[in-house]
């Protein structure tokens, strides 16, 4: 075993040992692949190109792809602040980031084994239940009435506004 393998095992992720089958190449992968059904997608899809000029997605996916390489791998190389981007987004709401961890859920699904796709959705789901607490305090409202997103609510029909 070489010293990067090594230290690589050592990586400890939310008390479990980090599967040696998530590297980069995999983020990329899934990131690349999240994307792209995101900026399909007839709900979310216009938030994100509204938010992304065409010619700014390649940095935007270098800098998610730093975002979960520093998440998961722990390599430090994501130094941004992704919240305020979302704090200015009107009307952005439950339904959205529900939509959100559907698409990154079956992205993952496809892409990972079971137990890296695992791994990024606890990730997700926790990201996505900080910025829906935080939106709600930056507009005012209730915090305590903000429950966390569970599996169980990606696997419900959609609701109809």
């Known amino acids: ?3 990067a393998s090594t230290r690589r095992r050592s990586i400890v992720v939310d008390g479990k040992l980090l599967p040696d089958l998530l ?3 995999m983020i990329r992968d899934v990131v690349h692949g999240f994307y792209d059904e995101i ?4 709900l979310v899809g216009p938030i994100f190109n ?4 065409p010619g700014d997605w390649p940095r935007h996916l270098a800098k998610m792809c ?3 390489s520093a998440t998961l791998l722990r390599t430090g190389r994501y130094d941004g602040r992704p ?3 979302h704090l200015a987004i009107p009307g952005l709401g439950e339904e959205h980031f529900t939509r959100w961890l559907t698409l990154f859920r079956a992205t993952v699904t496809r892409l ?3 137990e890296v796709a695992r791994l990024f959705m606890e990730r997700a789901m926790r990201i996505a239940h900080s910025f829906r607490l935080a939106i709600a305090f930056s507009r005012g409202e209730d915090t305590l009435s903000v429950e966390p997103i569970t599996e169980r609510d990606l696997d419900a029909p959609e609701r109809v506004a």
């Open 50 to 53: 509204h938010a992304i000029a």
């Open 23 to 25: 590297d980069e190449d």
């Open 83 to 85: 919240l305020p981007p």
């Open 1 to 3: 075993m070489n010293e």
């Open 39 to 42: 900026r399909r997608d007839d």
């Open 112 to 114: 990972c084994p079971p």
């Open 66 to 68: 730093d975002f979960w």
